[in-house]
């Protein structure tokens, strides 16, 4: 006996599109930080330019930026060298942290590096970089390929005393950390020195005035494991006010490219 259904083809194309709407649905309705958001939220837009070439320069301190490599990224592939410099510092706009373990468009952080931390440090973003560009990960999935290679060793702290400058006018970025994504538009020039398993209670870090201990990396991988801290260092209300004022023109170029630039007071 047979008991197979022949539909008809009008019926065969009405469950066809059906099933096709609820794989949509159920992936609308995943997690933010699941499936979905790999297909949809991985690929990043790529910023013009001259814009992020100097955006990524306004990180160092401005005797610095001649002699700097600049980094900028490709979303299709990941950083690639715009500038090669000669002094060993390094400049990029970091677009993801992978601790933070979401995809986002609007994270947008300069940040250089010294030699130390172009050794030691650089090597993590530009893979998180790749493998997002790639579209074949998850958020999730980096954070934990991150997680693994600094176990196991592939990963390590710098290995000596550096700085890393993050003198930019303005910064789109997380102000705390990993457990909360919250976003936001910040003008706050600083210094970064390295201090790898440390934690703010290490140097009694003053949070509201600095200089204060940030180390992400304790909040995922245990308290003192985490070997990218900084003991950050905000400039001076003077400088801060100096470095907003020299910028001026790339912060109204940043402002007409994004309206989530714009800064209203100083600070956050």
Sequence with gaps: MNNSINLPKKSQKFFFLLAILLIISQCLLLPIKGFCQKLADSKLEKIPVSLERDYALSALP??????????????????YIDKKGTNGFVCFISRMEWEWEEFRNDYTMPISFDLAGTKAIFPVYQAVAAMRASGKFTARQIRDIVIGRIKKGIYKAPSR????????????????????????TMSMPHYMFYAPYMNNTDIGGDLDNGPFVSNPDNIVLGDRKGPYGYIIMPAGEVEAAKIVKDNSDLLKRLVAYKSYYKIKTMGM
């Design 161 to 184: 005393p550096g700085i890393s400058y993050m003198l930019e006018p303005v910064m789109r970025g997380y102000p705390g950390d990993p457990t909360n994504n919250k976003i936001m």
């Design 62 to 79: 401005p005797h610095l930026r001649k002699g700097a490599t600049v980094y900028l990224l490709d979303p299709a592939k990941g950083y």
